[in-house]
């Protein structure tokens, strides 16, 4: 079984809908991130979080929101989708070194 | 500002050819990531480089890092199809990590 899981892997939404991506670890890491993919600019990080209690804002937080239910779930939401959030949405985890970040296998999410 | 200048973008190579990647980053770390992405797929770790002067090899990839010049590479030794991917490097900063766009590799017969 894969240790990193999101849900769903494919997600076709409407302007304006609010959309849930979650993201499930079995690696007993504390640190969870989500990025966002857009081709040509590489990933870039959305929301962080180094432990239950913990949550912190990454480059491009706007327009997002993020929960840590559980030291193994992290979840991203879009309040209300735009087209321009249409992209491949990664989740990762680490441990408490940081020393190396473990990628889920990504949810494409398209807004029309 | 945070940044991560990797080139080229895209490397059309021939099997059998020698290439390399460069990477330069915009602040001081000691931690520089490759990754390789398949299209598609998920990122795949490669290399994770600790120090100045740190060289790491896996099969025909060797990858190195020059804190003092902010510039990592990644060397390939004789190209061979199954290397055709998009190459990511990433710097830490912060307890995060800063992504490079990528290079696309494209390995021809």
């Known amino acids: 079984d894969a240790d990193v899981t999101q849900t769903p892997r494919n997600r076709i939404t409407k302007t304006g809908k609010r959309i849930m991506l979650e993201c499930s670890q079995t690696k007993g890491h504390d640190r969870m991130y989500w990025y966002r993919q857009d081709p040509g600019l590489g990933l870039r990080l959305i929301y962080y979080s180094f432990d239950v209690k913990d949550i912190n804002k990454g480059e491009i937080s706007d327009g997002y929101s993020v929960s840590r239910q559980a030291q193994a779930k992290f979840s991203l939401s879009l309040e209300s989708a735009i087209p321009n959030q249409t992209a491949l949405y990664f989740c990762?985890?680490?441990?408490?070194?940081?020393?190396?970040?473990?990628f889920g296998p990504g949810t494409r999410l398209t807004v029309t | 500002e945070l940044k991560v200048e990797q080139n080229p973008l895209f490397l059309s190579m021939q099997e059998g050819k020698n290439y390399t990647i460069y990477c330069n980053y915009s602040?001081?770390?000691?931690?520089l990531y490759w990754y390789r992405q398949d299209p598609g797929k998920s990122l795949e770790s490669l290399f994770v480089?600790?120090?100045?002067?740190a060289v790491k090899q896996e099969g025909r990839l060797m990858a190195s890092l020059d804190t003092k010049a902010r510039l990592s590479t990644l060397h390939i030794t004789a190209a061979v199809h199954d290397l055709s991917a998009t190459y990511f490097c990433?710097?830490?900063?912060?307890?995060?990590?800063?992504f490079g766009a990528g290079t696309i590799l494209r390995v021809k017969s």
């Open positions: 480089l600790l120090s100045n002067g």
């Open positions: 990433a710097f830490e900063y912060g307890n995060k990590l800063v």
């Open positions: 602040t001081t770390s000691d931690r």
């Open positions: 990762a985890t680490s441990d408490r070194t940081g020393l190396e970040q473990y």
